[in-house]
């Protein structure tokens, strides 16, 4: 299995030396989140990275397909690829806090399959009709691989048709990692793809501290965050207990956007404990406790057939 990271640019400096560190370890690639109203712009982020950087893998962890036009997104990847000596990857979902804080609605499905397909053909140099309107990036003509994220039923289905991995958050226990590459292989299937066509990169809130408890406590805010995205629209074949879903939706209307994964004493952060969720939130979404207790769960990840695992950098140490 391989490892990757997020780094959250706070501070592009410190992105760079964390980018360097993360390859001087040996992670496999680093991904930048997507969220212009919160943290530094993602590709000029992802050029610093890719200046500091001379092996790992590097992308968007993960962009989305409103924001940005297919073919400003396409022209970037495609540059950055370029930049960086054919080490990018592309991430897309469907919208998160990048959209959330803009007062717009996640793309829908038909909205992200029409875009990867873009996406797809423009940077192989061809034009493509996006929404009634023929668009193209004439210099591009080498594909980048695309990574889709994906949680319900109905998007992992599709990620499995269309995309070259998957960055699954739905859960990492291994009843929920069963379910959820079942959904990425059914896709697969559909589309007469072989299975393993998509390989699977599982998501992780990661904090490591001798005791569990205090790795749990310092990420509630990204525990809540996970918990906000995955559970959104439906509860509907996302293996959420009926004792607990009353509470899993409140979160959806408690959430505060402005406050996506920030630490400290903020709402977001208070909420877990509130609604009754914690100990849910971290078995779901985390890899935390002692260094042991990490290496059991990242194996219990990597035997349910996960190719990659990341984690990300949710909090800026003060």
């Avoid at 397909?65 to 370029?82: D, K, Q, Y």
């Avoid at 607990?244 to 909420?271: D, I």
């Avoid at 939130?281 to 990242?298: H, I, M, Q, S, W």
Wanted: with cysteine; net charge negative; proline share 4%.
């Amino acid at each position: 299995m391989k490892f990757g990271v997020a780094i959250v640019p706070h501070d592009l400096k410190e992105t760079a030396v964390s980018a360097k560190l993360a390859e001087d370890l040996g992670f496999d690639f680093i991904g930048i989140p997507d969220s212009q109203s919160l943290w530094r712009e993602l590709y000029l982020s992802l050029s610093v990275v890719a200046n500091a950087t001379s092996k790992v893998r590097i992308g968007p962890t993960v962009s989305n397909a409103l924001t940005r036009h297919p073919a400003v997104a396409a022209s970037a990847i495609a540059t950055l690829n370029e930049i960086s000596g054919g080490r990018a990857f592309l991430g897309i979902g469907s919208g998160d806090s990048a959209i959330l804080n803009l007062g717009l609605r996640p793309a829908r499905l038909a909205e992200l399959h029409e875009y990867v397909q873009a996406l797809r053909a423009i940077l192989s140099g061809e034009s493509f009709n996006y929404k009634g309107k023929s668009i193209h990036v004439q210099w591009s003509k080498t594909p980048v691989p695309i990574i889709m994220s994906a949680e319900g039923p109905k998007t992992l289905i599709l990620a499995g048709a269309i995309a070259d991995a998957v960055i699954v958050h739905s859960g990492l226990t291994k009843e929920v990692l069963t379910d959820t590459i079942s959904r990425i292989r059914e896709g697969e299937r559909a589309a007469g793809r072989p299975e393993g066509s998509a390989e699977v990169w599982a998501f992780a809130k990661c904090n490591i501290a001798d005791r569990r408890e205090d790795a749990i406590d310092e990420i509630k805010m990204a525990l809540v965050a996970s918990g906000h995205h995955a559970f959104r629209f439906t509860l509907e074949g996302k293996n959420v207990p009926g004792e607990l879903q009353e509470a899993v939706m409140a979160l959806q209307g408690e959430y505060v956007p402005e406050e996506h994964e920030q630490s400290g004493e903020t709402r977001n952060a208070a909420l877990s404990d509130e609604l009754g969720l914690t100990d849910f939130l971290a078995d779901r979404f985390a890899v935390t406790g002692p260094p042991d207790e990490c290496l059991e769960k990242t194996r219990t990840i990597r035997d349910a057939g996960v190719d990659s695992l990341s984690s990300d950098r949710c909090s800026r140490r003060r």
